[in-house]
């Protein structure tokens, strides 16, 4: 991957990417958007997501639970939503919210793929 491909994303399509990078639940994402992209309809926000999805860099998954080998009780991405789902599971606004309980099992997360990755592993620290 190219130090351009990096550089060519917009601000929304970098705050998604660092996200995914970090295996976060979506809401998330609003923290690392800038001032002007945190105040644009989710429908666009989604719009973005998609891209990324649709060039392979990023997969969204629902928060899973996970068991640690302590016993201890944790999370794990989960299975890749299915693409042709993603549009109506992104329109509904509480997947852009943290959950009220704390309990993100189910929530929506993001996860870089292998070429995702690759991208933004050329940008750690």
Same mark, same amino acid.
């Given at each position: 991957m190219s130090e351009h491909e990096w550089d060519a994303l917009? *601000?929304?399509e970098e705050a998604f990417m660092v996200n995914a990078y970090e295996i976060d639940i979506l809401p998330g994402v609003r923290g690392d958007l800038g001032e002007a992209d945190r105040s644009r309809?989710? *429908?666009?926000?989604? *719009?973005?997501?998609? &891209?990324?999805v649709?060039?392979? %860099?990023?997969e969204v998954r629902?928060?899973?639970?996970? &068991?640690?080998?302590s016993g201890e009780s944790g999370f794990q991405p989960g299975d890749p939503v299915a693409r042709e789902r993603l549009p109506?599971?992104?329109?509904?606004?509480?997947? %852009?919210?943290?959950?009220?309980? *704390?309990?993100? !099992?189910?929530?929506l997360?993001?996860?870089? &793929?292998?070429?995702?990755?690759? !991208? &933004?592993h050329r940008h750690d620290g």
């Open positions: 917009t *601000g929304a309809p989710l *429908g666009e926000l989604a *719009g973005v997501l998609l &891209t990324l649709d060039r392979g %860099w990023v629902r928060v899973a639970p996970w &068991t640690a080998p109506a599971v992104l329109e509904d606004a509480a997947a %852009w919210e943290y959950p009220d309980d *704390g309990d993100w !099992i189910g929530a997360t993001l996860v870089g &793929t292998e070429a995702g990755r690759r !991208i &933004t």
